[in-house]
Each structure stands twice: as C-alpha cells, then as structure tokens.
C-alpha cells in the first residue's frame, strides 16, 4: 500500500512510498495504520528528503523493529537495503548501484529488484 499514515508517536507519522502489511489487514482500508504491521517499507528519496529517508525513518523504522526498509535513490542511482534493525538504526545495510538486477532476501521472501529501468536524476553523483 502507498500514501497511508503510520503513526510511530506524537513526534513522527509516516507515509512510506510503500508499506507492505498483512493482506486482511490492509483490507480494512484504513487511512492510519499501526506501524508494527509494516512488514517491508520502502522509500524513493528526492533531494528534499535525504535526510528524513537516510536518518530519520532508518532510526525509527528499526526502532519499531521493521525488519526490511528499501530505499531507492534516483539521486545516487543506487537500492540502499536495510535490515536486521535495532534501537539505533539498522545493523545490515547493502548498496547496490541501479543497473542489473537485485535479489533481496526479506522477512516476507525474496524479491527480484530490475534496478536497469529505474530513472536516475541527470546529476546523480553515484554511491
């Protein structure tokens, strides 16, 4: 699901660019969802949310124990993966430059990433 809050506490609430959640879950078709049903969270950065996408939601994603959290860089040109998560941010992190496939092991599977068509901001400056 996309554009839905979560709600962590009264100083952040969250819309990841992607929440995957449980399917009778989202069935509700709730607008505010709890963050402990988020199973995978991923994020497109944009120059104006580097920070709050590399910091911020890192933090606080694994804080609330999210296990995978996928960021997207079009202003890199890279996958960021995120996991094993802990008080203070994730512990496993990978960088994968776009351009070939990535296979991304998560708590809901494997998924199969084609990073080749993904766009990149004409002034990407790479990992």
């Keep these: 699901m996309s554009d839905v809050a979560f709600p962590f506490s009264s100083d952040y609430e969250f819309c990841?660019?992607?929440a995957v959640?449980?399917?009778e879950e989202e069935a509700r078709n709730l607008s505010a969802y709890s963050p402990d049903l988020i199973e995978l969270a991923v994020e497109v950065?944009?120059?104006s949310s580097v920070r709050n996408d590399y910091?911020?939601?890192?933090?606080q994603?694994?804080?609330?124990?999210?296990?995978?959290?996928?960021?997207l860089d079009p202003c890199k040109g890279h996958l960021a993966t995120r996991w094993n998560p802990g008080p203070e941010g994730y512990r496993g992190r990978d960088l994968f430059p776009y351009g070939g496939k990535v296979?991304?092991?998560?708590?809901?599977?494997?998924?199969?990433?084609?990073?080749?068509?993904?766009p990149v901001d004409p002034g990407a400056t790479g990992a």
Excluded: C, W
């Design 55 to 59: 910091e911020v939601k890192d933090r």
């Design 16 to 18: 990841p660019d992607l």
């Design 103 to 118: 296979v991304v092991d998560t708590a809901i599977g494997s998924l199969s990433i084609d990073t080749s068509g993904l």
């Design 61 to 71: 994603y694994a804080a609330r124990g999210i296990a995978n959290y996928l960021i």
């Design 45 to 47: 950065v944009s120059p």
């Design 21 to 23: 959640i449980p399917a």
